[in-house]
């Protein structure tokens, strides 16, 4: 019996929908629901009911759940006592952050941060939120910065920061390249990348949300999963592309990032940042870190 399947099983059995919980652990439904046969195998028992339609847990499936859940809390518990042990010797903040506050926010808040605390090592992990918070959980990160999901943890304290400034990534050589500014019904006829909405669901709402306010439907031309692949796309004329503005900072030769004009404040409150850490655990560091902060807020939330 491995940690792993009954992080599967536990997912599953919240959910009661494999798809959702493959979603939340960031795999395949059919790995995930390999885990938890195997897991149901070893056990000898059916832990979770399945139809075509629907998945229930059954009676000792109900009985397993309490056990699994404090397994893994003691597992988790463990693991973070001993990386804390190793960490308060080294003076080591491991730190997770989307892609645009990794190329945004965090080079000026290490920047900052090492007036104060020049002998702390920083550890910089780069991932999408649904990868950054388990990561979080299990003790491997200390902070990260993402994207506030749809269902957070309870054991988790998010604390939203501020909301990026949506732009518009337009090949250089375009018609649309000289304007100073744009709207979304000028894009309305144009073909547009968007992040598949699994891995992204922020950014990919971004457009959708925007062209559903204006009462207009997108022309989705293209489906990329990271931020450097949708900008290079766009240099390759593929398409454009409703991006944050830090993404800006990326540097692709072929691509201008035109102002996005919208009629509603609320149109500029789709991409939220927030600060994740684990609720109720002490970390001198962390607090250090977002003293700075909330110190330095004003002027970082003004360039994103």
């Not at 795999?27 to 056990?43: C, K, T």
């Not at 000026?108 to 649904?130: M, P, Q």
């Not at 990868?131 to 988790?156: H, T």
């Not at 949506?166 to 073909?191: D, F, G, I, N």
Request: glycine letters at 4%; one cysteine or more.
């Amino acid at each position: 019996m491995e940690l792993h399947q009954l992080r599967c099983f536990v997912a599953a059995a919240e959910e009661l929908h494999f798809g959702k919980a493959a979603r939340r652990l960031d795999m395949m439904p059919s790995a995930l629901g390999r885990q938890v046969r195997m897991l149901e195998e070893e056990l000898g028992t059916q832990l979770l009911l399945r139809t075509t339609r629907h998945v229930m847990l059954s009676q000792d499936g109900a009985v397993f759940l309490d056990h699994a859940r404090s397994l893994l809390e003691k597992a988790d518990a463990l693991g973070r006592q001993f990386r804390d042990r190793g960490r308060r010797r080294s003076q080591v903040l491991r730190i997770g952050a989307i892609d645009t506050a990794a190329a945004g926010l965090i080079p000026d808040l290490l920047y900052d941060f090492r007036k104060h605390h020049a002998g702390v090592t920083i550890e910089l992990v780069e991932d999408k939120t649904i990868r950054l918070l388990p990561k979080l959980l299990s003790g491997r990160l200390d902070l990260a910065f993402v994207r506030p999901p749809e269902k957070a943890d309870s054991r988790i304290d998010l604390q939203v920061l501020f909301h990026e400034t949506p732009v518009v990534a337009v090949p250089s050589r375009h018609r649309l390249a000289t304007r100073s500014r744009l709207s979304v019904e000028t894009l309305a006829a144009q073909p547009l990348i968007v992040p598949e909405r699994r891995s992204r669901p922020h950014s990919h709402d971004l457009t959708m949300k925007l062209f559903e306010r204006a009462g207009l439907r997108p022309t989705i031309s293209q489906i990329a999963e990271e931020k450097q692949t949708i900008v290079n796309l766009v240099a390759a004329r593929v398409g454009l592309a409703i991006v944050p503005r830090w993404t800006a900072r990326l540097k692709v030769a072929g691509v201008r990032f035109v102002p996005l004009v919208v009629k509603q404040a609320e149109d500029l409150r789709l991409l939220p940042l927030a600060a994740a850490r684990l609720r109720d655990a002490p970390d001198p560091l962390c607090d250090a870190m977002l003293a700075v902060l909330r110190l330095r807020l004003p002027r970082y939330a003004a360039g994103a």
